[in-house]
């Protein structure tokens, strides 16, 4: 059963930086596009940046400069380095698995971690 677990959410102040990971289990890694979303209370679920397979990335304009997104295959973990962080970056962070295999599409996602940025 593929599994997707974060972890490294917390409480922050503003200006402060938290580093969220993601390992992955029973997928075949490598092969996944990774992606990080949030959702704060009261709005949708948002990406806030994704790398794929090839390494390539791309950023919500609103973390671009403050975040980064990196991977390690070798370890099956997906990480979300993030600094100079705001109140309105608070939100319940996810991470997701997205690949496409001919014509079908899998997406996984984990329970998501809390990060609260206090002003």
């Known amino acids: 059963q593929v599994q997707l677990v974060e972890s490294g959410g917390g409480l922050v102040q503003a200006g402060g930086s938290l580093r969220l990971s993601c390992a992955a289990s029973?997928?075949?890694?490598?092969?996944?596009?990774m992606g990080w979303y949030r959702q704060a209370p009261g709005k949708q679920r948002e990406l806030v940046g994704v790398?794929?397979?090839?390494?390539?990335?791309i950023y919500a304009d609103s973390v671009k400069g403050r975040f980064t997104i990196s991977r390690n295959n070798a370890k099956n973990t997906v990480y979300l380095q993030m600094n100079s962080l705001k109140p309105e970056d608070t939100a319940v962070y996810y991470c997701n698995a997205h690949r496409y295999v001919g014509t079908d599409e899998y997406h996984y996602w984990g329970r998501g971690t809390q990060v609260t940025v206090s002003s």
């Open positions: 029973e997928i075949i890694f490598r092969l996944y596009a």
């Open positions: 790398i794929t397979s090839d390494d390539i990335i």
